[in-house]
């Protein structure tokens, strides 16, 4: 999901930072015993509650006489959803899971949490535990049920081990306190608000009659000792009333055959059910995605053939489906432009095409994660070959951010 960045550390040390400036290894001395190149890049994160990117990083055939530091920024407010001493930082191994990285240092004021490796593959920011749903739509004057949940399974036999990561669930919950239910830092809520009520690892959120401005309010539970985690705070974000409204940009990069960029401005709504209803649920909400995609250039190679565009504007019309919990989108893409091409010796005109859906990697798994649910965005590259039997490929990056 961006540029890899490389830098030579030798033995007396020195640090690396990703280009987004999220991320710094920090070499000691003596770790490495010559000059060794370190690589960061961030790239599309598969960790269960990860937070943002995940960074594949790489010190080429070293070995560690001592770990290397890992420091990641805090995500920005809204972002996460629990305190920064309940997030902790996972490491993928070779086999494919991932695992907490013991021990973090968590820095409050600089909003910076680190840990030790003595190996690099992929990291990533992850959160230890969360409120489910972390999201939801509620109709003013209904409830939702809340349940903390945990996102790391520990083994009490191996106390040395770090736990291993899982998407979030009730059933890994260890025996903790949980106090302080609130609706944004107000204990228990008010009726303008909405209420909630807890015991234990549940809780029941109570909408407001009239739907307040703004209309998504924060239920927050304090969390207390769970091991080396220490206290948080987790989060769930509901909205009053109807899911909220998008807008935003996609870009389309194609190679290959099919040589153009395109962009578009897009207006992303709450799809409407033929009986007139939203069509939301507790588990997914549909959205419909409208908006003009514009190829950049007047003419465009087209199967090694030079063509024109006759019209540069092409409607796109299509939804996306938000999976609730863990955050997740699935949605396809199409889009046709037509063309006049020549070969030098007569003129046929055709279309350019673009079809694209998220399940087009040749695997089972069709659901794009979701870092943040209020804000739609993603980075997908897929061979064309694999979809439509034509060479060359094709980056999609959409990026839809919440209004009211």
Excluded at 157 to 165: A, E, F, I
Excluded at 298 to 318: E, N, R
Excluded at 370 to 389: I, M, V
């Amino acid at each position: 999901m961006g540029p890899a960045l490389e830098k030579s550390i030798d033995s007396t040390g020195g640090s690396l930072t990703s280009a987004d400036g999220r991320l710094t290894i920090t070499v000691p001395p003596g770790a490495v015993s010559s000059e060794t190149t370190f690589s960061i890049r961030p790239v599309t994160s598969m960790a269960p509650s990860a937070i943002g990117v995940s960074y594949s990083m790489s010190a080429h055939n070293a070995f560690f006489s001592q770990p290397v530091t890992l420091s990641f920024e805090a995500p920005e407010a809204g972002v996460s959803r629990t305190s920064l001493s309940g997030l902790g930082i996972a490491m993928q191994e070779e086999s494919g899971s991932w695992r907490l990285l013991a021990d973090p240092q968590r820095d409050d004021v600089n909003k910076v949490i680190s840990a030790s490796s003595a190996f690099l593959f992929s990291a990533a920011i992850v959160e230890e535990l969360q409120i489910l749903p972390l999201m939801a739509s509620v109709r003013e004057g209904t409830t939702v049920d809340l349940t903390v949940a945990y996102c790391v399974a520990t083994d009490s036999s191996k106390p040395n081990l770090v736990g291993l990561l899982y998407e979030c669930s009730p059933t890994l919950t260890p025996l903790q306190i949980v106090t302080d239910w609130a609706v944004n830092t107000i204990p228990g809520g008010n009726s303008i608000l909405g209420t909630v009520s807890g015991y234990q690892n549940t809780g029941k959120y109570t909408a407001p009659a009239n739907r307040p401005s703004p209309p998504t309010v924060r239920v927050q539970v304090h969390v207390g000792p769970h091991g080396k985690a220490g206290e948080a705070y987790a989060f769930s974000e509901l909205t009053i009333g109807t899911p909220g409204n998008y807008n935003g940009t996609i870009d389309v990069s194609s190679t290959g055959f099919e040589e153009y960029t395109a962009r578009g401005n897009m207006e992303v709504t709450p799809h409407i059910e033929s009986n007139g209803q939203i069509s939301d649920s507790p588990d997914y909400t549909v959205y419909d995605i409208k908006g003009t995609l514009s190829v950049d250039q007047s003419t465009v190679k087209y199967f090694g053939h030079d063509c024109l565009v006759k019209d540069k504007d092409a409607l796109i019309s299509t939804t996306i489906i938000v999976r609730k919990y863990p955050p997740a989108q699935a949605w396809s893409l199409a889009a046709q432009w037509p063309l006049s091409c020549t070969d030098g010796t007569s003129t046929v005109d055709t279309k350019l095409e673009l079809w694209w859906k998220s399940s087009c990697d040749n695997t089972s798994n069709s659901l794009i994660p979701l870092a943040d649910p209020n804000h739609l965005e993603g980075c997908y590259f897929f061979d064309r070959n694999t979809c439509k039997g034509v060479n060359g490929t094709t980056q999609v990056i959409w990026d839809f951010k919440q209004k009211y």
